[in-house]
Structures are given as structure tokens and as C-alpha cells.
């Protein structure tokens, strides 16, 4: 099972964006999942997160400017961006707790390879 994440690139500040995370290979559905970035010197830190059931949580520098969702197929998950801000720069990750059915049915912890994210002011 492989995460793909993509949709970065290059915003003026103010403006939007939306990373999509596909999952693919073996998966039967992913279960907590969520963004992470990180920025030039920085750790890389949670963004936001949800689970199946539909919960969300949001880091307080992104709350009411960025959105997490799922499809519903539980195979990819995406964030939109909004009102974006030079401190959004970064390389954003998805990480996603995920079913595997083979070699038989199991939870592994994966992670994508980022997407990358500039701000212009």
C-alpha cells in the first residue's frame, strides 16, 4: 500500500489550494489519517486529522482556513487550503493508518512522500 500525495506547488498569499492523498496497491480502507508539514528548520507537525467516523481536528494556526475531508470510499483524503499564508509554506505530508489485505487483513501506519507548498507575499 502506497500513499500519493499531490497538489502542491506554488500560491500567492490569500489564495487557495487543495492536496489530494490517494491510497493504492492492497488497501482495503484507511482509518486515521491526517496532514502533517514541514517547514524550512522546522519539525514537521500535525496540520489536521480525521477519522472514518467523520471527527476532525485542526491545528489553531489553520482552523477556519483549512479543510480535511475523505472520500467515501475511505481511499484518499484531501485538504483545502484557504486564506493561505506564508507561514503554510511547507512540504506537506498525509499519513494514514491503513488497512492492507495481504498478505492477509492488517493495520500498518504509512506515510506519503510530500507535496511541496510556497507562499508568495
Known amino acids: 500500500v502506497q500513499l500519493q500525495a499531490s497538489g502542491g506547488g506554488s500560491v500567492q498569499a490569500g489564495g487557495s489550494l487543495r492536496l489530494s492523498c490517494v491510497a493504492s496497491g492492497t488497501l482495503l480502507r484507511m482509518n486515521y489519517a491526517g496532514w502533517y508539514r514541514q517547514g524550512p528548520g522546522n519539525r514537521r507537525e500535525l496540520v489536521a486529522d480525521?477519522?472514518?467516523?467523520?471527527?476532525?481536528n485542526y491545528a489553531d494556526s489553520v482552523k477556519g482556513r483549512f479543510t480535511i475531508s475523505r472520500n467515501s470510499a475511505n481511499t484518499a483524503l484531501y485538504l483545502d487550503m484557504g486564506a493561505v499564508k506564508p507561514d503554510d509554506a511547507g512540504v506537506y505530508y498525509c499519513?494514514?493508518?491503513?488497512?492492507?489485505?495481504?498478505?492477509?487483513?492488517?493495520?500498518?501506519?504509512?506515510w506519503g512522500r510530500g507535496t511541496l507548498v510556497t507562499v508568495s507575499s
Open positions: 499519513n494514514a493508518d491503513v488497512v492492507d489485505s495481504w498478505p492477509k487483513p492488517r493495520q500498518i501506519n504509512i
Open positions: 480525521t477519522t472514518p467516523g467523520g471527527a476532525t
